[in-house]
């Protein structure tokens, strides 16, 4: 891995760009992940690189869900798998919710990898080499699913996701949870709660706010307040506002 110093300016966001790197020469991210990676870095520098209120009060509707899902299962792909291995644990042991490897860019063998991956970081769980139901109306290989795991979810946590399927799965009657950077993306639209941040940083803030649920802390904000059109345009708001006062200042 390339060594980027603490000290430069960019650490964090250079140091994804690593993980997503090691993550194609692993055989776990896709090429494509990347280019998907940069749109979401462009959004994030459009939100300041910072948590909006209107994200977490989205990652709030997203903890109540989860917690109160009777099904729950968190699906992984190539980016979430080199991003945050350690955080889609650390959500799957907190709901006892299993992950399940589902990927656009499909070939066995980066199945195979990925669930690998995830079980050598301390995964007991991971569904998606068996594949054994469909999606119905998705042409493409996300269509593959576990029989046990999103085909019979209730809630489905889909981080960074390609809309066909964010559609096909409320069409199943399911409830998504999505975190993608681009509030316009289909994704989002479809989504039951949309969570506009930073993957990394979304993740984080969705286990702090569901540990402190367990403890009967927290906001109490139930699904049914929550309204994902409203929750988008708040977040489009402020990024309107960003670029407004955004001054170029000296070069
Ligand atoms: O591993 P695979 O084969 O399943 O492929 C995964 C990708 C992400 C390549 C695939 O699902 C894809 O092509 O996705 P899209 O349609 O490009 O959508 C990805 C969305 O995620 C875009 O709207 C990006 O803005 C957003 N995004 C990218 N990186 C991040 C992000 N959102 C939050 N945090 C990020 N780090």
Redesign the pocket.
């Known amino acids: 891995m390339f060594r980027v110093p603490e000290t430069h300016p960019r650490y964090k966001s250079l140091m994804?760009r690593e993980k997503l790197v090691a993550g194609i020469e692993a055989g776990i991210?896709?090429k494509?992940?990347l280019?998907?990676?940069g749109?979401?870095?462009a959004?994030?520098y459009l939100i300041g690189e910072r948590t909006l209120s209107a994200a977490m009060k989205a990652t709030e509707a997203a903890a109540a869900l989860l917690l109160t899902a009777k099904k729950p299962v968190i699906s992984v792909?190539?980016?979430v798998a080199a991003?945050v291995p350690e955080k889609v644990i650390e959500l799957s042991e907190l709901l006892d919710a299993p992950l399940e490897v589902?990927?656009?860019?499909?070939t066995e063998e980066?199945v195979r990898k990925i669930k690998e991956h995830l079980e050598r970081h301390g995964a007991a769980h991971v569904l998606g080499d068996k594949a054994d139901a469909r999606i119905p109306g998705i042409e493409h290989a996300?269509a593959r699913v576990d029989r046990e795991g999103i085909y019979s979810a209730d809630v489905v946590l889909v981080?960074?996701?390609?809309?066909d399927r964010c559609e096909a799965l409320i069409k199943m009657g399911k409830k998504v949870i999505a975190?993608?950077?681009?509030p316009l993306?289909r994704?989002?639209k479809y989504a039951t709660v949309s969570i506009v941040?930073?993957?990394?940083r979304?993740m984080a803030n969705l286990i702090s706010v569901i540990k402190e649920k367990k403890k009967g802390n927290g906001k109490g904000l139930l699904v049914e307040d929550f309204d994902n059109k409203e929750n988008l345009e708040a977040v489009i708001k402020e990024m309107v506002k960003r670029l407004e006062e955004e001054e170029l200042g000296e070069l």
């Open positions: 994804k991210t896709s494509q992940g280019i998907a990676h749109r979401g870095e959004f994030d792909n190539g980016n991003l589902n990927i656009f860019y499909w980066r996300r981080p960074l996701e390609d809309g975190i993608d950077l681009n993306s994704t989002s941040d930073d993957l990394e979304a």
